[in-house]
Nanobody
Framework: QVQLVESGGGLVQTGGSLRLSCAASGSTLRITDMGWYCQAPGKQRELVAVISRGGSTKYADSAKGRFTISRDNAKNTVWLQMNSLKPEDTAVYYC?????????????????WGQGTQVTVSS
């Protein structure tokens, strides 16, 4: 079992910045990827950024050049630095973690989600 707790969302003006944080607890040793997804009303949940345990990153096109994802494996924490925010960034942002155990005899994989944190960018 993994629990994810997000913080850092809020209201910001166009062009402003926010820093989202997500702390994982529980069975954290086997967490592999962590990331951030967003979901606006009436839309699908979409990937914003993902980072592997080794630090490899991937971003949505809309996030490239503006957002930066980072993590500290020792602290079981992932951050999303959001700069140059636009009204279209307004959404609920969810922390994500993939938990995996695999060997020759057994395989188990689970996805965990935080409760979401609201980001609102005013025009």
């Amino acid at each position: 079992q993994v629990q994810l707790v997000e913080s850092g969302g809020g209201l910001v003006q166009t062009g402003g910045s926010l820093r989202l944080s997500c702390a994982a607890s529980g069975s954290t040793l086997r967490i592999t990827d962590m990331g951030w997804y967003c979901q606006a009303p009436g839309k699908q949940r979409e990937l914003v950024a993902v980072i592997s345990r080794g630090g490899s990153t991937k971003y949505a096109d809309s996030a490239k050049g503006r957002f930066t994802i980072s993590r500290d494996n020792a602290k079981n924490t992932v951050w999303l630095q959001m700069n140059s925010l636009k009204p279209e960034d307004t959404a609920v942002y969810y922390c994500y973690a993939k938990w995996l155990y695999s060997d020759i005899y057994y395989y188990n994989e689970n996805d965990y989600w935080g409760q979401g944190t609201q980001v609102t960018v005013s025009s």
